[in-house]
């Protein structure tokens, strides 16, 4: 500093006389913080951002790495502390989480977030302790057959939304063949007509089916890829996701549980989309504004569909 004349002579003076005191903490503390993995929340907070500092800069893929680890960058998440902290400790709790024989756990992830405004507040991505950075992020990462949960925003909402049905609509619950393939119940029971709600809160399969069906498949599944943004839905080919299979969500490549998450808020948020994010910007060091992180919208369905969809799931729980 003496020698870049950031200081004078008597300065550096003083500075060299001055006695250093140095305090030392607790051998434990070093041992607790020692190799600590960042959080899942951390993880995905880095990939979203080098995302969209690559889309924005056209940076390149390790430029925006290289950016993110030394370029001082403050990035403002939008994780709830509180939230994140329980959902981690319930996951680090193996007596939350079914025994199974073997090396091979059943794996769970979980999403919480706002509806209201597209932020995410708690993320973790498997059971147990987190021992290393940017692993596998199952709550982001991993495409699972999504199964029933599918059948509100495949089948019964577009259905709603379109007019093709009403909250009184009688739907047949009897049985199906579509080529060689035969779906059923998962008791194995078919009832005949049913309300609609009675179909929904039992989720039985055969009126799901009919009700993809009478919407049409094609506008079902457009719902799903282009107002709902599930980008893992297969288009064309021969897994192509247009089938009747879509409305048991029987789909090729599976999906995300934060898509699945988004999708559902948006019957919770008044049939609008709000892209999910977990910062919402970036900014130097002096505090410089680098990116702002504005979560795109779009309306799915109008609110009347919304609100008759939260009627219907309530029947679920109830």
């Known amino acids: ?65 290289n950016l993110l680890y030394n370029g001082g960058l403050k990035i403002y998440a939008t994780m709830d502390p509180k939230i994140q902290k329980t959902a981690e400790s319930f996951y680090e709790n193996e007596k939350n989480f079914p025994t199974a024989s073997g090396d091979n756990k059943l794996q769970s992830a979980i999403i919480v977030t706002d509806h209201k405004t597209g932020k ?24 699972r057959q999504p199964g029933s949960t599918i059948k509100p925003i495949a089948a019964y909402a577009p259905a709603l ?27 194995n029971k078919f009832s005949g007509p049913v309300p609609v709600k009675t179909a929904v809160a039992w989720s039985y399969n055969m009126p799901a089916i009919r009700t993809l069906q009478t919407v049409g498949i ?60 977990s910062y919402t910007k970036i900014c130097t060091k002096d505090g410089e504004l680098v990116f702002e992180n504005k979560p795109k919208k779009n309306r799915v369905f109008s609110e009347e569909t919304a609100f008759l969809m939260q009627e219907l799931l309530k029947g679920v729980v109830n």
């Open 120 to 143: 995410l507040k708690a993320v973790v991505g498997g059971r147990g302790e987190k021992t290393n950075n940017r692993v596998l992020n199952r709550a982001t990462q991993s495409k």
């Open 218 to 277: 094609d506008v079902a599944f457009d719902y799903l890829k282009d107002k709902m943004h599930i980008s893992s839905l297969v288009e064309k080919g021969a897994y192509s996701d247009k089938n009747p299979a879509l409305a048991l969500g029987g789909v090729t490549q599976g999906i995300t549980p934060l898509e699945m998450s988004t999708a559902y808020s948006c019957i919770a948020n008044g049939g609008m989309y709000i892209e999910p994010i």
């Open 1 to 65: 500093m003496l020698e870049l004349e950031y200081i004078s002579k008597e300065e550096y003076d003083e500075a060299i006389k001055e006695e250093l005191d140095f305090t030392h903490g607790k051998s434990g503390d070093l041992k607790e913080n020692q190799g600590k993995a960042q959080s899942y929340f951390a993880d995905h907070i880095f990939e979203e951002a080098k995302k969209d500092l690559m889309e924005e800069f056209e940076y390149t893929e390790q430029y925006a790495e």
């Open 161 to 187: 939304e379109e007019n093709v049905i009403n909250i009184a609509t009688y739907i047949d619950n009897a049985p199906i063949k579509i080529g060689e393939w035969e779906p059923q119940n998962a008791n």
